[in-house]
């Protein structure tokens, strides 16, 4: 029996946010502030790997269409909902639609793309030119994720001892985004090709506010079957099963039923047919 | 006209993955190693957005019970298919179940926890003290998901300029990893609350490789309806509508439809009824 025909055991006559106020460390919470522990409905499950797996970083395939504003709102709200260090939720959106700010950016992008192309060997200079990197004039929206370091105070609960947790938390919210993009239809791509103080410096953002991530967003003509860099040879898929360590970096010999799983799992993704062979696993 | 209507006419007999070695930059682009860009079904939508809306921080809810090879397999493949920077792919995630090696990075958190609370304001000591925040010993799975900075040679497409987007490529995997545990009914929870160094040299990870998350992972009672901190009033969620900027971080009005609806959907997300407003909405 799949433990998600099991759920719901109970009954609440106030929904959860009428309970405020109290401390909800162990021993001290309600069961009616919980929701189940299930698992989601196997369409919904289905739903969350399609859009990990077929998400794609898109440069070259924006369509200049409006997006409407209906997605661009959910997928900010995706976003909002990322999990933050100590409930910091350190992130803002600057949405970038003026032709000149834009401008400013990829004048950015170019100094940077020509100063990078000089840092690889010879060899692979003419190839990096080459490679289609950023769409920010052509995508019709463009996003920035900050993250504000001072936005909860100089003590961050869970920032204490590694301080860079409040930029992880902005990432977590790019990434939120970006499945939800994804999920909507719309193609996203992460620009990372420049002087962060010169795109600082084209928003406005103030002294202490981190640009984390700056987002092509629009639709788009499709997205590629594999990353674009694989599909070219650049660089292939590594074997997740030798990405695995147990217990210790040089500890035990590997869990052989857990690598196995990896591999057949990893094997049906690069065939397409895992989402399909999770449904069927799943009605079994 | 967009330019990048004009690209790729060319018809392919072989599926993609047959085709290797080619770049794949704008103008030798071919339609046949697309996917349409279609957003995902409506039941698929949702349960994207359900994984993010309900996602929480476990700390205090662990079950002792195994979590099936099958799932663990899913959940890192999930983090293998996030994006990375130059396709670097610089993760690796250690898999944690011996209790001796738990039980150092436990006694890292217990000494980082007791300094972080003298760091707070004295009437917010011993709420903080009390917080249970982090379930090492209790979840049946501890996953340690690091960053490689020499992965893929010193340079690295899209990383010349911006040094940290290797380790947001490892938050990317995080993030994934998170969503597809709890689409699967399981609880993470992030600790961060200890001396990096300290869990480096417990896990004998090797220099230049970074821990970016160590992550309790399990089945859980429940998830909270709200995070524990929202909850608990220690801060509140932040009004999304208030985050955004246009233009730039002083730019002109916010535009008044997109604000609206953002109102509208952190309301429902309130409310509980965000994904159904969804279904309705992608029907009419």
Redesign the interface.
């Known amino acids: 029996m799949n ?2 025909q099991k759920t719901g055991q109970m009954e609440m006559a106030q ?3 009428t ?8 021993g001290m ?1 309600m ?1 009616s ?9 196997e ?13 794609r ?1 898109t440069r ?5 269409d409006d997006v409407p ?2 997605i ?3 997928i ?3 976003a ?4 933050s ?5 350190p ?8 032709p000149e ?1 834009r401008r400013r950016v990829h004048d950015a992008f170019v100094t ?1 793309h020509a ?2 192309a000089l ?3 010879e060899d692979k200079r003419d ?2 030119s ?4 950023e ?1 920010i004039m ?1 995508a019709p929206l463009n996003i920035c994720v900050t993250c504000d370091r001072n936005r ?1 105070g100089p ?1 961050v ?6 301080r ?2 409040d ?2 938390s902005s ?2 919210a ?3 985004l ?3 993009a ?4 719309l ?1 996203v791509g ?1 620009v ?5 103080a010169t795109v600082q410096a ?5 002294k202490g ?1 981190v640009p ?2 700056y987002l092509c967003v629009g ?17 292939p ?2 074997p ?1 099963d030798e ?9 035990p010999e590997p ?1 052989e ?2 690598t196995r ?2 591999r ?3 094997r049906s ?2 065939q397409g047919t ?1 989402v399909g062979a ?1 449904a069927q ?1 799943l009605r079994q």
């Open positions: 433990p998600s929904p959860a946010w309970v405020g106020g109290a401390c909800h460390h162990r919470m069961d502030t919980f929701l189940p522990a299930a698992p989601l409905a369409a919904e499950r289905e739903g969350l790997y399609r859009a990990i797996l077929t998400r970083d070259g395939e924006f369509l200049p504003d209906e661009v709102s959910r900010l709200v995706a909002h909902h990322a999990p260090v100590g409930f910091m939720q992130w803002s959106f600057v949405i970038v639609r003026n700010v940077a100063e990078a840092m690889f060997p190839f990096y080459a490679l289609k990197l769409g052509e909860a003590v609960i869970g920032r204490t001892h590694i860079t947790m930029m992880f990432v977590c790019v990434q939120n970006w499945l939800a994804r999920a909507e239809g193609g992460w990372s090709i420049f002087d962060n084209a928003l406005n953002i103030p506010i984390i991530a639709k788009v003509k499709g997205y590629h079957r594999r990353p674009e860099l694989e599909a070219a040879g650049w660089r898929r590594l997740l990405l695995l360590h147990f217990d210790q970096w040089d500890g869990e039923a857990l799983l990896v057949e799992d990893q993704v690069n895992f999770l696993s």
